[in-house]
């Protein structure tokens, strides 16, 4: 599956950004996935964000997403959304979303944190800058 991010930019700190993420081939309605969002500051490891599966909405945050981040889906449109508020300067970096057929392993990322090996499809990224 081909995903392609969209809704990056720079804003100011305590502003907001809602990135997107759209999967470019049919995946077919009835498909369970998971869906991850990771991003990536120049010179630092990718580090997952949050996640979400289809087959329920359930969703996973990192510790410092949780409260000012929120995952979303739009099944139908296959759509996934990261809505980002209160963004500060160490949110800036290139964000991906990430595509995996099946559910979230949602016991391994509480334990193990937001696994990037878990996912086998990605998009280009999308670039976030607070400053």
């Known amino acids: 599956v081909q995903l392609v991010e969209s809704g990056g930019g720079s804003v100011q700190t305590g502003g907001s950004l809602r990135l997107s993420c759209v999967a470019s081939?049919?995946?077919?309605?009835?498909?369970?996935?998971?869906i991850g969002w990771f991003r990536q500051a120049p010179g630092q490891e990718r580090e997952g964000v949050a996640a979400i599966y289809n087959g329920d909405g359930s969703a996973i945050y990192t510790d410092s997403a949780k409260g000012r981040f929120a995952i979303s889906q739009d099944n139908a449109r296959l759509m996934w959304y990261l809505q980002m508020n209160d963004l500060k300067p160490e949110d800036s970096a290139m964000y991906y979303c990430?595509?995996?057929?099946?559910?979230?392993?949602?016991?391994?990322?509480?334990?193990?944190?937001?696994?990037?090996?878990?996912?086998?499809?990605w998009g280009q990224g999308t670039q976030v800058t607070v400053s």
């Open positions: 081939e049919y995946i077919g309605i009835g498909s369970r996935y998971c």
């Open positions: 990430a595509s995996v057929l099946g559910a979230c392993p949602m016991t391994v990322f509480q334990a193990l944190g937001i696994k990037q090996g878990v996912f086998g499809s």
